[in-house]
């Protein structure tokens, strides 16, 4: 199994889980995406349709996933205290006891993207 990653993308608005986000969940059909503004970390979790915004996921096998999420990245910019809006990646942990896959936002690293 790969690493957990997401690629947060403040300039296209969109957060990319990989592979490693969508296995460790065992490929749900439904993630909720939540934030510890304490901690300064974001867990995605693996939830039903029933549970408040829940991110549906296609049902075909997928590599990776990418949801919308202007507001909600425009939060987490303000919330790590990140000074530009460039692209970052965050290694994630699978937490076994709540079904989820946690990322510390504070060691985020900001990608350098070449201008065409």
Not at 34 to 47: F, Q, T
Not at 62 to 90: N, V
Request: a negative charge; aromatic letters at 6%.
């Amino acid at each position: 199994m790969s690493e957990p990653i997401i690629t947060l993308n403040l300039e296209d608005d969109t957060i990319l889980l990989n592979e490693g986000v969508l296995e460790a969940l065992d490929r749900p059909h439904q993630v909720q995406v939540l934030v510890n503004m304490d901690e300064k970390a974001l867990m995605l979790r693996a939830c039903t349709v029933d549970d408040q915004q829940a991110v549906v996921i296609p049902e075909e096998n997928t590599t990776q996933f990418e949801i919308s999420a202007r507001y909600f990245l425009h939060k987490i910019r303000t919330l790590a205290g990140w000074a530009d809006s460039r692209p970052r990646m965050c290694c994630g942990e699978y937490l076994p006891s709540h079904q989820a896959v946690i990322f510390d936002l504070t060691v985020a690293e900001t990608l350098d993207v070449e201008q065409e």
